[in-house]
């Protein structure tokens, strides 16, 4: 074992040694100069007379450029619209999450009342027969009908909005009929004038 050491701390100690190096023309030439380990190369180091000259541009090369720019506008809007929309797309996963997480831990009679109030949607889809609007308007009728059963108080404050906000469309659409009307009877005026003379 003593051995093995000694063998290794002598390889060590020769590396911590330094030497000095003599370079001479001759064999026979006393070793007056030393020379520094940067004047030492191993390779040669070319002159300083080099220059940068670009390669032509191929014809790949050239259409790429042209395609990347041709396709600049599109791929502009295209990060405008991402960056518009990734907020809502993470407010949308994290509402799906929320959701999720919901159901899992759901407060007790809550799945009994979801299905009281699907069931009643599809009491609705079923008595419609016929008309388009009928299809629209029954299903979510009989399912806030059946969701009003169980929160009433919600349910009120809801019909209370909804009435405002529909008095205030049905007021808006009345104006915008009104003026609809003025403006087609004046055009109507003006053309039965022009056809009298």
Excluded at 30 to 41: A, G, I, Y
Excluded at 99 to 121: I, T
Aim: with cysteine.
């Amino acid at each position: 074992m003593f051995k093995v050491i000694q063998r290794f701390v002598g390889l060590g100690s020769l590396s911590l040694l330094t030497f000095k190096v003599y370079a001479s023309s001759k064999k026979d030439s006393p070793h007056k100069d030393t020379v520094k380990v940067n004047e030492l190369s191993l390779c040669s180091i070319p002159e300083d007379q080099s220059k940068y000259v670009e390669e032509p541009r191929t014809q790949l090369e050239e259409s790429i450029s042209h395609l990347q720019h041709y396709c600049e506008p599109y791929t502009s809007w295209c990060q405008e619209k991402y960056s518009q929309n990734k907020p809502k797309m993470q407010s949308l996963v994290q509402w799906g999450l929320d959701s999720y997480e919901y159901l899992q831990n759901a407060p007790p009679g809550f799945f009994p009342r979801l299905g009281v109030v699907g069931f009643a949607g599809v009491v609705g889809l079923v008595l419609t027969r016929g008309s388009k609007i009928q299809k629209l308007v029954y299903p979510p009728g009989f399912m806030g009908f059946a969701a009003s059963l169980y929160h009433p108080q919600q349910a009120i404050v809801f019909v209370q909005v909804s009435g405002e906000k529909l008095y205030d469309w049905g007021l808006q659409s009345y104006v915008v009929v009104d003026l609809w009307k003025e403006n087609f009877q004046k055009s109507g005026n003006v053309k039965n004038s022009s056809g009298n003379k």
